[in-house]
């Protein structure tokens, strides 16, 4: 670990990343557990929350990021390690995104949204580029699709673009169908995969998570 904490502060569930930063908690004092219901019993899935409504991250020196991700690699007994990046180009996303092994770009059929996205993977290639990689780590997630075969449509055309100007392709992770439970869910705050886990959307996030997951495995040693 980069540093010891000064302070220990127990997790109850309101320490964030926040906290991590200011040195007032150590990395494993600041991740949250939470149990998903499992035909096995429990799965736990460890989250280290963010701070709603600050730009902490992008506050940070260069160093004070590096430091960041070196603890996130020292932690053992995982298998995947998810981190949620906030939409646009601010430097440390950047940063983060370059460092990552896998980039889930997340888009939309908008026109608006594809040319957003098509800035970020110009951004993020260039980036990967001085970090010493010759080829993207991104792949492409169409969200909110009319239908699976909408979200290849949407996904070819970004890739034909990318081709044709950014000489990379990204891959295409998978299609996330247009679903209104998800709106709904949002709204009561409840988790979406548990009480929706038979609809279309959570049916297409859970093959998108298996493909992950697969390439994780193939990529072990």
Known sequence: MAYQARKTVRTDGTTSITHLLKH???????????FLPDTTGRLQLDILPGHSGASTLNLLR?????????QLRALSGYDIILIDLCAGIDWSSRAIAAAADKLLLVTTEEPTA??????VLKLSIKDRQLDGFSRTNAEIVVNQATGI???QAVYSVLAEACRRFLHQVPQFAGAIRRDRRVSETIRLQQPFMDVNSGSVAAIDVTRIAKHVVDDVIAASP
């Open 149 to 151: 075969r909408s979200g």
């Open 24 to 34: 007032q908690v150590s990395i494993t004092d600041a991740i949250t557990p939470y």
């Open 62 to 70: 260069p160093d004070r990021i590096h430091d960041l991700l070196a």
């Open 114 to 119: 594809l040319t957003d996205a098509y800035a």
